[in-house]
Nanobody
Framework: QVQLVESGGGLVQAGGSLRLSCAAS????????MGWFRQAPGKEREFVAA????????AYADSVKGRFTISRDNAKNTVYLQMNSLKPEDTAVYYC?????????????????WGQGTQVTVSS
């Protein structure tokens, strides 16, 4: 069992930056692929970024490529999402997820555990 707690969300102006964190419980964090997804009001949940447990493989949605960076610190059981050049269309609840395979998957059904989410609001 893995518990995930996101933090770092908030209100930021367009062009600004935020760093989201996701702290995971459990001693085997290093063996989980970690992903970030988001859901805007009235829209389906969508993939943002993922990092395999080995850390050597990452994946990004086209809409965030070049602006967002996913990273992990296995010693701290934490995964991060650095978000730069934020746009109003990045406004959403951001969810952290964990999967027990070493694949940076874009598919939400691949993930076994989910956090409660953190709100990111980007004003124009």
């Amino acid at each position: 069992q893995v518990q995930l707690v996101e933090s770092g969300g908030g209100l930021v102006q367009a062009g600004g930056s935020l760093r989201l964190s996701c702290a995971a419980s459990g001693r085997t964090f290093s063996r989980y692929t970690m992903g970030w997804f988001r859901q805007a009001p009235g829209k389906e949940r969508e993939f943002v970024a993922a990092i395999a447990w080995s850390g050597g493989s990452t994946a990004y949605a086209d809409s965030v490529k070049g602006r967002f960076t996913i990273s992990r610190d296995n010693a701290k059981n934490t995964v991060y999402l650095q978000m730069n050049s934020l746009k109003p269309e990045d406004t959403a609840v951001y969810y952290c997820a964990a999967a027990q395979f070493d694949i940076a998957s874009r598919y939400d059904g691949f993930y076994d555990y989910w956090g409660q989410g953190t709100q990111v609001t980007v004003s124009s």
